[in-house]
């Protein structure tokens, strides 16, 4: 006897996640069935979120993240845990079916101590784990979410009629999984609002997005809201798009490889640039740009530096560090007003400034495309804005640097 589409789907998404994930799962026949690929891109862009975080405030024992509408198939926390060993998650579920087999799913997987799941109610908050201050006591990292696409389904059946109805097209979805009032561009709304309440107690609010024209409307009503710090991302599997917003009330900052995207039609409502970088040319072995850097960070009073090594997978960086300045201590009227200040005032004032008003990262890479065995080579100077409130105080700090190296490595 064959099996139905939608059943073969089904069992292939449990076959893939038990053989490259050694997930077990059981997926209902009357509920969305999850694109893995879709899923996995997701997750591994909280991953280096995470990374970025973790440079501006330190490795933490855990990571604890909301999944917000888990489904039956609780594949965000399972995918999570699985993947990263000192994550947690408490997911919550509206659905009384999905919440039956996400809690089944979680305890075949003998996950229970790290996967908490809540029933969420209709008229509820979206941000439900945030309402409970015992959970997770230190705050959550990051919150992720999948919401319903659409308004109604007569939306659903439009869209269908627009595209190619294929095998991959296949829908098992029931409605409580696929619609809501306004769509998701209203449900990633509400949790913006939500979210203005609930503050940095979370590092990071994402959610994923089925249509494009949604981010316009949630950048709208994050820049109505005064929130300057997200960050948007395009993931593309196939011939399948979704797009992913994330934005935070901290100060950290995200760099431009997973704040901002290539697409042009989105660059009227990205987010401003994080990282800035300069080509260089020098002559000598690339080791020696870490003692240019070296010399420009003990040439500034206030600052501190950490070289560090680079990732094994990033075989272009040549020298990486992170820089910590305690104010602006570069620019002709600091260095004036630091003359015109008696001693005793200038103490005072580094006694307040014991934490760092900007952090960067500042790494050497090679220039793509250029060929680096030439005696006269070319590297890219890249500073990422890691933390702090002031962009202006960034930008000069870049600009000062950028100048004191064009001197240092000139002919």
């Known amino acids: 006897m064959l099996l139905k589409e939608s059943d073969r789907r089904r069992k292939l998404t449990e076959a893939i996640l038990f053989r490259d ?4 799962v059981q997926l209902p026949e009357n509920r969305l069935c999850p694109p893995v690929p879709n899923r996995l891109n997701y997750i591994l862009w909280l991953e280096d979120i995470l990374e970025a975080t973790a440079i501006a405030v330190g490795t933490q024992r855990f990571i604890t993240g909301i999944d917000i509408g888990t489904g039956a198939s609780a594949i965000y926390p399972l995918l999570g845990c699985r993947s990263n060993e000192n994550w947690r998650f408490v997911a919550t579920e509206l659905d009384a079916i999905s919440f039956k087999y996400a809690e089944s799913n979680i305890k075949t997987n003998a996950l229970q101590d790290r996967i908490s799941i809540l029933k969420a109610e209709p008229s509820g908050p979206l941000l439900l784990p945030l309402s409970y201050s015992d959970m997770s ?7 992720m979410c999948n919401p319903p696409f659409y308004e109604s ?15 991959n097209a296949v829908c098992t979805g029931a409605d409580v999984e696929m619609i809501t009032d306004g769509g998701e561009a209203a449900f990633v709304s509400r949790m913006v609002l939500e979210s203005i309440q609930s503050g940095t107690r979370c590092k990071w609010y994402t959610s994923m997005l089925g249509k494009r024209s949604s981010l316009t409307q949630i950048v709208k009503s994050l820049n109505e809201h005064n929130i300057d710090n997200y960050a948007i991302t395009e993931f593309i599997q196939g011939q399948t798009r979704r797009w992913a917003i994330a934005w935070s009330f901290t100060n950290i900052r995200l760099p431009e490889a997973i704040s901002r995207i290539s697409n042009p039609s989105l660059q009227n409502i990205l987010p401003t640039r994080n990282t800035l970088q300069r080509s260089f040319n020098f002559s000598g072995p690339p080791p020696m740009l870490g003692d240019v850097l070296h010399r420009m960070f003990n040439a500034v009073e206030g600052v501190s530096s950490q070289f560090i090594t680079p990732p094994a997978r990033d075989e272009s960086t040549i020298i990486d560090s992170i820089v910590f300045a305690q104010g602006n201590t570069w620019s002709r ?32 890479r090679h220039e793509p495309g250029v060929e680096r065995k030439t005696v006269r080579q070319v590297a890219l100077l890249v500073v990422d804005w890691v933390r702090g409130d002031d962009r202006g105080l960034f930008e000069s700090f870049t600009n000062h640097i950028w100048r004191k190296v064009e001197v240092d490595l000139a002919p």
């Open 137 to 143: 006591p230190g705050g959550y990292d990051f919150t």
């Open 153 to 167: 389904r007569d939306e659903i059946l439009r869209s269908a009629e627009g595209k190619e109805v294929g095998p």
């Open 333 to 364: 009227a600091a260095r004036r007003k630091k003359r015109t200040q008696n001693e005793n005032v200038d103490t005072d004032m580094l006694v307040e400034s014991e934490q760092p008003k900007l952090i960067c990262r500042l790494r050497w």
């Open 21 to 24: 994930f050694q997930v077990t």
